[in-house]
């Protein structure tokens, strides 16, 4: 069974920055395209980056430019730095398989919340 856990989140205020992570285990981490999604109360998760295996990193339009997805095989890791961070980057930030079904159980997240 595949396991996610995300860390890094926290409190920053509007032009800052976090570097978020994800373990990955259970699963071929390096034969895996993942990707990043985020969650804000009442609204649905969201997908917002992805890197394949290759490499190719992936960004929808409102973070590309501020967000860098990159990936660590040797330590299962998939990270997200996080700059110019804006209020409405807000959310639970998971993550998770990218371009494949079915996506595998949700971790718990990690909060990240962007002070205007």
């Known amino acids: 069974q595949v396991q996610l856990v995300e860390s890094g989140g926290g409190l920053v205020q509007a032009g800052g920055s976090l570097r978020l992570s994800c373990v990955v285990s259970?699963?071929?981490?390096?034969?895996?395209?993942v990707g990043w999604y985020r969650q804000t109360p009442g609204k649905q998760r969201e997908f917002i980056a992805g890197i394949e295996v290759a490499g190719d990193p992936y960004y929808i339009g409102s973070v590309k430019g501020r967000f860098t997805i990159s990936r660590d095989n040797a330590k299962n890791a998939l990270y997200l730095q996080m700059t110019s961070l804006k209020p409405e980057d807000t959310a639970v930030y998971y993550c998770?398989?990218?371009?494949?079904?079915?996506?595998?159980?949700w971790g718990q997240g990690t909060q990240v919340t962007v002070s205007s």
């Open positions: 998770n398989r990218y371009r494949r079904v079915p996506l595998w159980d």
């Open positions: 259970g699963t071929i981490f390096s034969a895996r395209d």
